[in-house]
């Protein structure tokens, strides 16, 4: 992001927040969290109900050879009873969830907390009667309806590890995920519906459970949502009302501690397959709570609704964890924010009266392309706090939300962090940090973010580098499932001492963060993270790609598009049909959000001597940037640049 630092500015925001805190207190604690974290953290871990207090705050250490990870190690506590339980008392009657369904005129579905735990009891009781115990894995391949949460919440109640893969993607993707979790229970829909289309989920499984050799799923809980008329395999597949009808309400919590495993969430990274983040019970729940809480500010009997699936991280820790540790009643969407129309995520809010909107920049950029539209015949006027998340919001996105969506009258809160951190790290906190359209401003409680250049030197004041943290923070993910070496290899071996985020950021002179995006191999493609190991290992293996080089372009709406350079193994199939082919066969192997935007055929791409592709060359291509190659002499051919180049322009 290459705006001008114009300085930071206090963007009105609408009064009513008891927890606002100025920005001198916000200084003090942030440094008393820096220079005191065993006592910062032990106050802030209040906030969770714990059935052991824990008395080890933090047993931290980020040396590669020492690598401990571990917070509040000693408490007990569980996630569902924190989420549920112990708000029935006081908040029994209140919402706790409002479902708006992909169709306007499909009925809208609502939960109080004490409706909410009820389901949650009766799903966990029809788990254990299908033998799921603690420590197990389950697979959730869901759209975005009620039950998703309440299966969430269910395995978090008796102790099974909750493991969502995102709803778009495709068997192939799934059934590597539930492969690596070693899952003996899938829970899925028939069928979900997004813009107005069906998704068959059910069929997904099926034929994941098909590519997962050796077989490890053993029974598949399917919720009727869509009512259509899909074959139940018995005794495998199960209907998720059957199964939960005569179940009890009432199901005790099982005593987890701390550090403990609440999930899996697998993420893209810029080798190999998707690594399985594993994220533990007490830190997570203490630190999604906290910065649910501080970030948006959130007072009781707001409508608080983030937009994010829950198959992704901030659909798990803002749609569910943190919003619900704190008794928040929120909005779930089924659908896709412009369906029918661009007005639809505008009509939601008035509909529903949402003071608290969580979004990402790339549904931003898709409204204001057509302005008009997206805010017709709404007022928005129950909006009090904008926020943003999963890749960088440019100034003129940010300005059209801030001025024309919430009336100059909505802070904009960009949140930077990602599924490794489990929650927000550097982010703006309402009437506490001004606001630079651009930048996500200022780190969270307890983060020390610093900048490195590429030799690990520190910067100081304002520079531009590495994103490290230099030390833990109660939300970070432990481990990768399976495979430990692999998570102290990516996260704690290029900078030693410290957690490298894989982000570049620039610092500006007042101490403000700007993110400057990805430095690794991982595309961020409408805020969805791809690594193009796995789309080219994707595309190599159709039988006519001899080899395949996958890269990011800049894309307006979607912040990044994918453009892949193909060489064939016939030259002869360097066809339009082939083109389409390939297209659709990136989808069937990874889902519908790998869509390949630019396919360029070459007989040839950049390698050095040694054979490395230099995706720093087809970077500068794919994005027009023919000026700054760069130095060319390393590589085996020369030649292959101008080459390209020309190709790459014939194309457009
Ligand atoms: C990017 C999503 C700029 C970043 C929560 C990070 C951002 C990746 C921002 C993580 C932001 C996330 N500004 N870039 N506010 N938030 N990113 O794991 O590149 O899906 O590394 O987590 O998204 O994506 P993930």
Redesign the pocket.
């Known amino acids: 992001m290459n705006t001008p630092n114009t300085g930071a500015t206090q963007y009105p925001a609408k009064t009513s927040a008891e927890t606002y805190i100025d920005a001198d207190s916000h200084t003090k604690l942030y440094q008393q969290s820096l220079a005191s974290p065993d006592e910062f953290w032990a106050e802030q871990a209040k906030r969770v109900d714990w059935i052991r207090t824990p008395s080890i705050i933090k047993n931290c250490s980020f040396a590669k050879d020492n690598l401990s990870i571990r917070w509040f190690e000693d408490g007990q506590l569980n996630a569902s009873v924190n989420c549920l339980d112990r708000h029935l008392e006081t908040h029994g009657e209140q919402l706790a969830l409002i479902w708006e369904p992909d169709s306007e005129a499909d009925a809208v579905r609502k939960f109080t907390y004490r409706q909410l735990h009820n389901a949650v009891c009766k799903l966990a009781n029809g788990l254990k009667s299908l033998g799921v115990a603690k420590g197990d894995v389950v697979t959730l391949y869901m759209p975005m309806i009620p039950e998703a949460t309440i299966a969430m919440l269910a395995c978090a109640r008796i102790g099974a590890v909750h493991s969502v893969v995102f709803g778009g993607f495709s068997p192939e993707a799934l059934a590597g995920r539930i492969q690596d979790g070693q899952s003996k229970l899938v829970i899925t829909a028939d069928a979900g519906k997004r813009g107005g289309k069906r998704v068959n989920l059910k069929a997904n499984v099926d034929e994941a459970i098909t590519l997962c050799q050796p077989a490890c799923v053993e029974n598949v809980l399917v919720v009727n949502h869509c009512g259509e008329t899909i074959a139940l395999n018995a005794p495998r597949d199960i209907d998720y009302q059957t199964l939960v009808r005569n179940q009890s309400s009432e199901c005790p919590a099982e005593i987890m501690d701390a550090e403990d495993p609440l999930f899996i969430l697998y993420?893209s990274g810029s080798t190999g397959k998707p690594k399985g983040a594993v994220h533990t019970t007490g830190g997570y729940l203490v630190y999604t709570s906290l910065s649910h809480h501080w970030v948006f500010d959130y007072n009781p009997g707001e409508i608080y609704w983030c937009m994010a699936d829950i198959g992704?991280?901030?659909g798990h820790s803002y749609a569910v964890y943190g919003p619900l540790s704190n008794a928040a009643t929120t909005v779930m969407y089924e659908g896709v924010p412009n369906f029918p129309d661009a007005g639809r995520l505008a009509r939601i809010i008035d509909k529903h009266q949402v003071n608290i909107l969580y979004t990402a920049?790339t549904v931003i950029r898709a409204l204001m392309a057509c302005s008009d539209e997206a805010l017709a015949n709404t007022s928005r006027q129950s909006l009090r706090l904008l926020g943003?998340?999963?890749?960088?919001?440019n100034p003129e996105a940010w300005t059209w939300f801030y001025e024309k969506f919430g009336h100059s009258q909505c802070p904009i809160l960009?949140?930077?962090?990602?599924?490794?951190t489990g929650g927000m790290m550097?982010t703006p906190l309402p009437g506490a940090i001004d606001l630079k359209p651009g930048s996500?401003t200022l780190p969270f409680f307890g983060i020390n973010a610093v900048l490195v250049d590429n030799d690990g030197q520190l910067l100081t004041g304002a520079a531009e580098g590495n994103l490290l943290i230099s030390d833990s923070w109660p939300a970070q993910m432990r481990t990768i499932f399976g495979d430990h070496q692999r998570f102290i290899e990516t996260y704690f071996s290029t900078f030693e001492g410290y957690y490298f985020?894989?982000?570049g950021a620039r610092r500006d002179e007042d101490g403000y963060y700007w993110?400057t995006?990805?430095v690794d191999d991982?595309l961020?493609v409408s805020?969805?993270?791809m690594g193009t190991a796995e789309l080219e290992s994707a595309l190599a293996a159709h039988p006519l790609v001899a080899e395949a080089a996958v890269v990011g372009f800049p894309h307006s709406i979607k912040g990044e598009g994918i453009y892949a350079y193909i060489t064939l193994t016939d030259k002869q199939a360097e066809t339009e049909t082939l083109r389409t082919e390939l297209k659709q066969w990136l989808r069937k192997e990874i889902g519908p959000i790998a869509v390949a935007d630019i396919i360029q055929w070459t007989d040839d791409l950049p390698k050095t001597r040694s054979g490395k592709i230099m995706r720093r060359i087809l970077r500068k291509i794919a994005a027009d940037d023919f000026d700054n190659l760069g130095d060319l002499s390393t590589l085996a051919d020369p030649g292959v640049v101008a080459r390209l180049i020309e190709t790459h322009s014939n194309l457009k």
């Open positions: 993420t992704w991280i901030t920049p943003t998340a999963g890749e960088p919001i960009d949140t930077w962090w990602q599924t490794e550097i996500a985020s894989s982000d993110i995006g990805r991982v961020n805020g969805h993270r």
